[in-house]
């Protein structure tokens, strides 16, 4: 398999003063012959004997199963490779989506000092191309879209695209705009901090050029997050129980927020109703 040919070859390099690369596989396969040729194949032959193919499942290969073994070859992975390697088998996948390796293979090509966060959903961390980060803007009298494309040697429609604007009157509803990253020079030993914006609808590693974030930004951003997301549960019941917009907040508020119980309470007035009309 090229993936373990490559970890191997890759650990060996870097411990290169401590174990020689042909001494690292002959401990992870006892049998393994002495004149081995490292290379893109998937296949080894041994001294004698009929070739064997390199498997985490393979019983001559055991080491590899090692959480320790796997752990350091891990650790010295990029994002793509670690991807890869959480699909062999469930005892590599147990390792791989330790996240502690993540976020050391989502800094490495950055140089990134930390990353702040954890993100909704783990397919988050196979991304960390330049792309998977932005600048926040925190927006004052005066700023348009145009003036921050110049400030922050940028294109007016990446910044839309970014923050999901359709025109640049949106600009006016927000407290904070993203930035796309244009330098990454700028994340050198920088701190990212790994948000969901609600206005944007995007889940990015945010940069703060003053160092952190403002609390009183977060918290306002919490709350159109909150209010957005009590908005989408009265729609949903609007919906189910095909009533207005006043009816449905009411059932949710007697409900202490729970839609279940919203629906349930709905339905036995209705009950009750058509059983004081048919009396």
């Known amino acids: 398999m090229n993936l373990i040919f490559s970890a191997s070859k890759r650990t060996a390099e870097w411990d290169a003063g401590a174990m020689k690369k042909e001494d690292f596989l002959k401990q992870l396969m006892p049998n393994f012959s002495e004149n081995l040729t490292l290379g893109s194949t998937s296949q080894a032959s ?3 004997e009929s070739g064997a193919v390199i498997s985490p499942m393979n019983s001559h290969i055991s080491a590899l199963a090692c959480q320790d073994v796997l752990r350091n070859i891990f650790e010295r992975l990029p994002v793509a490779d670690l991807a890869r390697a959480s699909c062999v088998c469930w005892a590599w996948n147990l390792v791989a989506s330790d996240r502690e390796i993540h976020v050391q293979a989502f800094k ?3 140089k990134l000092k930390d990353v702040v966060g954890s993100p909704s959903s783990g397919s988050f961390w196979r991304d960390n191309s330049l792309g998977k980060f932005a600048i926040s803007h925190r927006l004052v009298r005066g700023d348009s879209v ?13 910044i839309k695209r970014l923050n999901n ?16 990253l244009s330098k990454p020079d700028m994340l050198i030993n920088a701190i990212c901090y790994i948000e969901l914006d609600p206005c944007a609808k995007r889940e990015v590693a945010v940069l703060y050029l003053e160092g952190e974030p403002d609390k009183k930004l977060n918290s306002l951003l919490n709350k159109v997050s909150s209010e957005q997301g009590r908005r989408r549960i009265v729609d949903s019941l609007k919906r189910s129980m095909q009533v207005d917009d006043g009816t449905a907040q009411y059932y949710l508020s007697i409900s202490n927020g729970d839609p279940r119980a919203a629906i349930s309470e709905f339905s036995e007035d209705l009950r009750w109703e058509r059983h004081a009309g048919l009396s």
């Open 46 to 48: 041994t001294s004698g």
């Open 108 to 110: 490495a090509p950055w």
């Open 146 to 158: 145009a003036s921050l494309a110049v400030k922050y040697s940028v294109q007016v429609m990446d």
């Open 165 to 180: 604007m359709i025109s640049d009157h949106g600009i006016y509803s927000r407290e904070r705009l993203l930035i796309p």
